[in-house]
Nanobody, 121 residues
Framework: QVQLVESGGGLVHPGGSLRLSCAAS????????MGWYRQAPGKERELVAL???????NYADSVKGRFTISTENAKNTVHLQMNSLKPEDTAVYYC???????????????WGHGTQVTVSS
């Protein structure tokens, strides 16, 4: 099994910054992509940012220019640097990854348990 463990959430004032991290552990043969989703109260879960193993990135329009996703492939870790945070960024942030556990099985998607980010004055 693959486990994703997030860290770095918390309470921050508008305009502030936070850095989220997510480490994947377990049997991992290859990584297709890792990324972050978020879910605010009463809303559907939405993509925030993702990065593929080839280095391509995709960001939600609402976070472009403010958030940066990065990975440490040797550590199976993904980070999300969040700057200029706004109250509307308040949500539970979930780490997401698509991995292959061995060369002989298909890829599977995994989720972390989530970390709360609250932007408030």
């Amino acid at each position: 099994q693959v486990q994703l463990v997030e860290s770095g959430g918390g309470l921050v004032h508008p305009g502030g910054s936070l850095r989220l991290s997510c480490a994947a552990s377990g049997r991992i043969s290859s990584i297709n992509r890792m990324g972050w989703y978020r879910q605010a109260p009463g809303k559907e879960r939405e993509l925030v940012a993702l990065k593929t193993s080839g280095g391509s990135t995709n960001y939600a329009d609402s976070v472009k220019g403010r958030f940066t996703i990065s990975t440490e492939n040797a550590k199976n870790t993904v980070h999300l640097q969040m700057n200029s945070l706004k109250p509307e960024d308040t949500a539970v942030y979930y780490c997401n990854g698509v991995f292959r556990r061995s060369p002989y099985v298909r890829e599977s998607e995994y989720w972390g348990h989530g970390t709360q980010v609250t932007v408030s004055s």
